[in-house]
């Protein structure tokens, strides 16, 4: 079953083709981030009219490279939401139409649920497992026990992980997005901490984030220290690691599962792999993190997550548009 995968929920406008689920057959992408750093964040027009131009050129680019015909494809998936609504708008009525046009299916993928895919490139995933979603909007935990059946169980209260970065790193004048500037100028830093920054906790809901009191801190150490920058970065990247970690040993404990995941453009940061995969090791879970091009957003995830969901008979209609705000919950399957 060779799936075409579309993204286009934020500034990538991704294509990707991928056989069941599993084996990557080509991918391309394209980002408007490089346009959006101009205006120091995502502006949503601007996203969407990208997209409009881009989407056709990709997934043109992706057929090419797979030596690959449209009538070779046997499915199209979209995501479908959260994100931008007219950027996804593009790409889910560019999908219903590509399908319509092909006479095959379209499916229509949670964006989360699709960074979860992330790991199932190469191999298939394994369940049960603990799944740590980080990305620029979302940090969450996941209780991963099949295809189409997962449960959050924890869940920030405010800021997202890769957001506490980006914000951070806007004030250390660095340019979007932050996550890996922080992680870059965070390397240059002594081989000791210069500085700590707290890390909050939620009361009564020990699962849950909390990254918004970070900003402030940081705001607060950036002005006391403005010839401190790496040294910022360091602590910013630690505190970020820190709560992530705490919680992910709390879950743990919880619930003791073979395997571990992490999804989501934080997941490519390598401060954060080696502390999961050191806390695995310690414990005796395997650890999954997937490539660092298929943590940020990309189409191959969109593609694998929507192999399952075809397989549940989850099928785009002709009268459905863009779903956002979508919770990730709402993707698992009823009677679960
Ligand atoms: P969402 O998936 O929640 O809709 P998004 O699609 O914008 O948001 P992703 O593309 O998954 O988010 O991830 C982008 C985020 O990942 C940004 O906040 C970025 O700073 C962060 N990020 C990317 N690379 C790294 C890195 N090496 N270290 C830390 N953070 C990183
Ligand atoms: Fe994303």
């Not at 689920?21 to 502006?43: D, F, H, T």
């Not at 992680?183 to 020990?206: H, I, K, Q, Y």
């Not at 995941?261 to 997937?290: C, M």
Request: aromatic share 6%; proline share 6%.
């Amino acid at each position: 079953m060779r799936i075409l995968g579309i993204e286009s929920s934020c500034d990538d406008t991704a294509a990707a083709i991928v056989e069941d689920g599993v084996r990557l057959i080509a991918e391309a992408k394209l980002s408007s981030a490089l346009i959006q750093q101009r205006y120091g964040g995502v502006v949503p027009e601007v996203a969407a009219r990208e997209h409009a131009m881009a989407v056709l050129p990709v997934v043109e680019t992706v057929l090419a490279e797979a030596g690959m015909q449209l009538a070779d494809l046997d499915a199209v998936a979209v995501t479908q939401g959260p994100g931008l609504l007219g950027a996804l708008l593009v790409g889910v009525t560019f999908a219903k139409a590509l399908a319509r046009a092909l006479h095959r299916p379209a499916i229509g993928v949670h964006h989360l649920e699709a960074h979860l895919y992330a790991n199932s490139i190469g191999h298939p995933v394994e369940f049960p497992g603990l799944a740590l979603i980080v990305s620029g909007g979302h940090t969450s935990l996941v209780w991963w026990r099949g295809h189409g059946d997962l449960e959050v169980i924890g869940a920030t209260r405010d800021d997202a992980a890769g957001e506490a970065l980006d914000k951070g790193a806007r004030l250390l004048g660095l340019p979007y997005p932050g996550g890996p500037e922080i992680e870059r100028l965070a390397l240059t830093a002594g081989p000791e901490p210069a500085f700590r920054l707290p890390v909050a906790r939620v009361t009564g809901a020990p699962l849950d984030f909390s990254f918004s009191g970070l900003k402030t801190a940081t705001e607060d150490l950036v002005r006391q220290h403005p010839d401190a920058r790496a040294g910022v970065a360091r602590a910013l990247q630690e505190a970020v690691v820190e709560a992530l970690m705490k919680n992910v040993k709390r879950a743990y404990a919880l619930y003791p599962v073979p395997h571990l995941y992490v999804a989501g453009g934080v997941a490519a940061n390598q401060r954060l792999s080696e502390a999961l995969t050191s806390f695995g090791r310690e414990v005796g879970a395997t650890v999954h993190v997937p490539p660092v091009a298929l943590c940020t957003d990309n189409a191959a995830m969109v593609a694998a997550a929507g192999y399952y969901r075809w397989q549940r008979g989850e099928r785009l209609q002709p009268g459905e548009g863009p779903k956002t705000p979508w919770q990730l919950q709402e993707v698992a399957r009823v009677e679960s």
